[in-house]
């Protein structure tokens, strides 16, 4: 399997399926700020021009959220997936509660703070993209009293999607009044299949001479 990426993208979700599942993968960079993801040889794989991109075989999926499920089907063994058909549907559930919920305000976010010209920029709409956000963190916040994972008693996919997404908030400071997120945050990433945090690849972005301008990570100081 190749997985293409870039950075403190959502590249990182997909990385931490793999790693979680001790799958034997490639990982190609594909690097956003050298526009290598409008090459034709890119495009012909997602012809959104956007990252990650698993390539299994002949088999060829775009979307994070996609690969990680696609990855916990492709490894049943792995338990990123429950077998039982309702804890299962907890996953799916909670795997669109992050991408529907918490993902699309922290999306709204970062192209009204740095990722659109600056004369297509709603900076009103960060405000009430952030009041979106903190209503449905809540939500998440009291699920996860008293749990360790978001279902059942091991991670699973919807845990792979999430976790991201609280390293995405925290860089904003949108988890800062979640105690339990918080918790959940540094719990996942103490874990040792753990990827990079947005910080660090950002930061390794920078240190390998790219500025990290246009990359959905954080919100300017």
């Known amino acids: 399997m190749k997985l293409y990426g870039f950075g403190p993208t959502r590249s990182l979700r997909a990385l931490w399926g793999l790693r979680e599942l001790g799958a034997d993968f490639e990982y190609v960079s594909v690097n956003l700020l050298a526009q290598e993801n409008l090459r034709p040889d890119f495009l012909a794989l997602n012809p959104a021009g956007k990252v990650p991109v698993l390539v299994d075989g002949d088999f060829v999926l775009t979307e994070s959220a996609a690969i990680v499920l696609y990855l916990a089907e492709r490894f049943p063994d792995s338990g990123l997936l429950p077998a039982g058909l309702e804890e299962r549907a907890q996953v799916y559930r909670w795997v669109m509660f992050a991408m529907t919920e918490l993902e699309q305000p922290l999306w709204r976010i970062a192209k009204n703070s740095f990722l659109l010209p600056e004369d297509r920029r709603l900076p009103q709409d960060i405000p009430l993209a952030s009041e979106d956000f903190l209503a449905m963190a809540r939500v998440l916040d ?9 279902v059942g008693d091991r991670i699973s996919a919807a845990d792979c999607v999430t976790a991201y997404l609280m390293d995405w ?16 945050l540094d719990r996942m ?18 240190a390998a001479g790219g500025t990290g301008a246009g990359l959905p990570v954080r919100q300017p100081a």
């Open 189 to 206: 990433y103490a874990r040792a299949a753990a990827p990079q945090r947005i910080a660090e690849a950002f930061a390794s972005v920078q």
């Open 169 to 184: 908030a925290n860089e904003l400071h949108l988890a800062d009044g979640f105690p339990n997120l918080r918790a959940y």
């Open 142 to 150: 009291r699920h996860m009293e008293g749990r360790t994972f978001i």
